[in-house]
């Protein structure tokens, strides 16, 4: 039998994100696929070239609606280490808070993904509205549910109160509460069981040989995790495990986002326990020396890098971002290949893919392998030119 | 007075106004036990959503692929609506005989069952759309798996009442015991059974939208889609009503012979089958394939042999 093609996106019911895969598949089985990026190519980069360090907080919050702090505390993190400021404690402290409430809303809200792509209906229902719970608790904090505006160059914006603090505890104990649960139907439950156990399996070593970062690495058994490798914010004080599970199948995948939930937990309960004292943001100047940095975050989806070059003005002269999910894709399409038809959806929905967080444009010349990054002018008469000719 | 029965009632216009209750009932169940509204608007509690779900889709621009086989692609929706609302006729409703019946009316409905799935089949494969294919592959192939089993346990009643007719099971019922009780294990497997009939989680394998978009129902739009959702909410409404007249004695038992009792009992069934598709995910087609045949399919023809031996 011949192979059949099915294109997957970019538009497609189980995944909102914009790209198209290609799986050319025998009977029910897939045996090749090919990505197809470049649906929703923004230009965030060239966008931040033209701003100011201050102005660009704000655009590094919009490069993904979930892990929006993520972002932002990455790129200001570069910026701090490019000015030489030290910020307060606190700040720290509070950063460390966010962090990991953008982690349980983001765990919780790939759950229910999740569980909707393996058409479990129910169990996306409850996942998304114990999520509310957490977008409240963050609400509350910064005054949004996503996107807080809360980090910012040389601190952060807005501080946790006392009177916060005894609300989001109690907040807490119901997620906890609730994630109690989902590992439970996780673990028992006899259709997400043949769903997800032994399904889209990343083998250790095809994991490290292919850069995959953050739940999809470490359900593949290895221990990596930015947030324990590298001590960024209050991390160095506030003890937590790092989850492994070793099945390499999305039902591990599951377990480490779960189980990172309770980690998620306890940090913000010792975080909220010993804030210390003092300011919670100095002052930074506009201009920033020239020389070059690199912050990299643990992001809900893994690890997220930043890279800002200046040339002592008060525009960055390149900043480059890494999304966590473009460092996951090969690895996903090491996954698919071999699959059930059935099981592509909820094999994608495994390494919980942010497409528009991935995409660039890189032009690389096969015969010469120069590259080229091309301007957004480029673009426009490259696109135009295309159009025309057909 | 005939013509007025196979008008009014239990004809044409109550089948009707049944199969959109039905629908909202399942929805709001549905809804309730994930913790969401349901259909709240339209009409009191929402009770007429399913009715104006189905005029707007009726006023929607109706597509023809151009691609797809056109004769067979325009009779598939109005076949399978005939197909679905037939048997419902041979359902005893107010009475202990049904509209039509007739010595081996059950062959009959057990027939008409398997043609909607072959019918799902054809629809996808005339669409020529490739995920419609898939769903029609996909549908053929659960037939397979649960049809056995079904026609096993549907026979289970008919040779306990000694009768091949819905309306002599619901006879024998009403006069002796519910076969329920004498045969629970062939009540739990029909419910199984008919949930993958029906296409619902967890076995809506044909139609899983977050793999295959909307699997064999993806080309098929406006009237054409009004009407198989017409015909998905009769079909709803022929297993809870082949559960009611095989195992639950009818429109007989809790007060004496009455419509009520049946709509009472409709409930209930409508109950088990919403609230099993609340309960599981999606399997997949391999799963329910080796699933039907390892275990539903031996236990129906347990059920089947333990019964000759309580005769016997």
Redesign the interface.
Same mark, same amino acid.
């Given at each position: 039998m011949t192979a059949?093609?099915?294109?997957f996106g970019p538009q497609?019911?189980?995944l909102e994100e914009p790209i198209n895969f290609m799986f050319e598949v025998e009977e $029910?089985r897939v045996v090749n696929v090919t990505p197809r990026l470049g649906y929703i190519h923004r230009g965030i980069e060239k966008i931040g070239e033209g701003r100011t360090y201050l102005q660009n907080v704000y655009l590094a919050e919009r490069i993904c609606g979930i892990c929006s702090f993520a972002h932002a505390l990455c790129y200001t993190q570069a910026v701090e280490e490019l000015l030489g400021v030290n910020i307060p404690e606190r700040a720290k402290f509070i950063r460390t808070i966010m962090a990991e409430m953008e982690r349980i809303q983001n765990h919780y809200l790939w759950l229910g993904f999740a569980?909707? $792509?393996?058409?479990?209906?129910?169990?996306f229902?409850?996942a998304w +509205?114990d999520r509310e719970t957490m977008l409240g608790v963050l609400e509350m904090i910064s005054g949004k549910r996503v996107n807080y505006g809360m980090s910012t160059v040389g601190g952060v914006r807005r501080d946790i109160t006392d009177t916060m603090k005894k609300d989001v505890e109690a907040k807490l104990n119901y997620l906890e509460k609730r994630a109690e649960y989902y590992r439970k139907v996780c673990t028992r $439950?006899q259709?997400?069981l $043949? +769903?997800t156990v032994g399904v889209g399996i990343l083998r250790p070593r095809d994991a490290l040989n292919l850069c995959a970062v953050g739940p999809t690495l470490r359900a593949s058994g290895i221990r990596r995790d930015v947030r324990a490798d590298e001590r960024y914010a209050a991390y160095g004080e506030a003890p937590f495990k790092v989850i492994t599970y070793k099945n390499c199948d999305v039902a591990s995948r599951i377990y480490v986002r779960i189980d990172e939930i309770f980690e998620s937990i306890k940090i913000i309960r010792y975080a909220l326990k010993n804030l210390p004292d003092g300011p919670f943001r100095v002052r930074a100047p506009p201009r920033v020396p020239e020389g070059e940095a690199v912050s990299i975050v643990e992001a809900p989806r893994g690890e997220d890098l930043h890279y800002v070059k200046s040339d002592g003005s008060e525009k960055p002269a390149r900043w480059k971002v890494r999304a966590p999910t473009l460092a996951n894709l090969p690895s996903l399409c090491k996954m698919l290949a071999g699959v059930?038809?059935?099981?592509?959806?909820v094999v994608i929905a495994g390494i919980d893919p942010c497409i528009a967080c991935a995409e660039r444009v890189v032009l690389v010349d096969t015969k010469t392998r120069g590259r080229q990054v091309w301007t957004g002018e480029d673009l426009w008469r490259y696109a135009n030119e295309w159009y025309r000719s057909r | 007075m005939i013509l007025l029965e196979i008008l009014l009632f239990p004809g044409f216009l109550f089948l009707f106004s049944l199969a959109f209750f039905t629908e909202w009932l399942d929805r709001k169940l &549905?809804a309730r036990?994930?913790?969401?509204y349901g259909p709240l608007h339209v009409g009191p509690k929402g009770i007429l959503q399913p009715f104006a779900d189905f005029v707007k889709l009726l006023s929607k621009e109706d597509i023809t692929p151009a691609r797809a086989d056109r004769a067979p692609f325009v009779a598939m929706p109005i076949l399978t609506l005939a197909l679905a609302m037939t048997p419902l006729f041979c359902i005893p409703i107010d009475s202990l005989s049904a509209l039509v019946s007739f010595e081996g009316d059950l062959i009959v409905v057990m027939f008409i069952m398997s043609l909607i799935a072959l019918l799902v089949f054809i629809g996808a494969w005339v669409s020529t759309n490739? %995920?419609g294919t898939?769903g029609g592959i996909r549908a053929g192939l659960q037939m397979f798996g649960y049809e056995v089993p079904l026609n096993i346990v549907m026979i289970g009643p008919a040779i306990a009442a000694g009768s091949l007719s819905v309306s002599g099971v619901v006879e024998w019922q009403s006069q002796n015991i519910w076969l329920i009780l004498t045969q629970p294990l062939g009540f739990a497997i029909l419910s199984l059974c008919l949930l993958a009939h029906l296409q619902r &989680?967890?076995f809506?394998?044909p139609e899983?939208?977050?793999?295959? &978009?909307a699997g064999w129902l993806v080309e098929f739009s406006g009237r054409k889609l009004a009407l198989l959702r017409l015909a998905s909410n009769f079909e709803l409404v022929l297993a809870a009503s082949l559960m009611i007249s095989l195992y639950l004695g009818g429109p007989t038992g809790l007060w004496h012979l009455s419509p009520f009792t049946y709509f009472i009992k409709l409930i209930i069934c409508v109950f088990i089958l919403s609230n099993l598709r609340?309960? %599981?995910?999606?399997?997949? &087609?391999?799963?329910l394939l080796s699933g039907t045949w390892k275990y539903l399919t031996p236990l129906a023809l347990l059920q089947i042999s333990m019964l000759k031996l309580l005769t016997w």
């Open positions: 059949f093609q099915i294109p497609h019911p189980a $029910e569980a909707k $792509e393996m058409g479990f209906e129910t169990l229902m409850y +509205r $439950e259709t997400v $043949e +769903r059930n038809i059935a099981d592509i959806p | &549905v036990l994930q913790n969401r490739r %995920f898939i &989680v967890p809506d394998i899983a939208e977050s793999e295959i &978009v609340a309960l %599981f995910a999606r399997y997949r &087609v391999d799963q």
